[in-house]
């Protein structure tokens, strides 16, 4: 709703979790996650998952699935352009649309050989 979408957004509200630093904008957020991270309470959805490698914990099992091939798999996407490499397919797109995408509009100094992709990057230059 819009009123969720004001105080989210735009209201400087930030919750922060005494037992381990979470930080959220909803008092909902923040309830359920002392509920289910620090309390154990299982949720309508289902128990929490717990990883095998690490203390993280998360609701449902597509969440451990990624959180496993990112923090503690061999698999590794490596950029084909340069010596990036991440276990994260979307990181993978954001790199190679940021720093190889040719179709990108070069925004160029009119003072100097200075070039960006980026407007604010040229404000702040000027």
Not at 5 to 10: A, F, M, N, Q
Not at 39 to 66: L, P, S, V, W
Not at 94 to 110: A, E, P, Q, R, T
């Amino acid at each position: 709703s819009l009123k969720w979408h004001i105080s989210g957004v735009h209201e400087n509200n930030t919750l922060i979790c005494p037992e381990c630093g979470f930080v959220t904008k909803w008092l909902t957020s923040l309830n359920g996650h002392i509920k289910t991270v620090h309390k154990g309470i299982k949720r309508q959805m289902g128990y929490i998952n717990t990883c095998q490698h690490c203390e993280f914990k998360c609701y449902r099992k597509d969440a451990m699935k990624k959180h496993v091939n990112g923090k503690h798999s061999n698999y590794t996407l490596h950029c084909d352009k340069c010596t990036f490499k991440t276990t994260w397919k979307h990181s993978l797109e954001l790199h190679s649309k940021s720093f190889h995408d040719i179709s990108v509009n070069i925004k160029n100094c009119d003072d100097c050989k200075f070039s960006t992709k980026y407007v604010e990057n040229l404000n702040l230059h000027k």
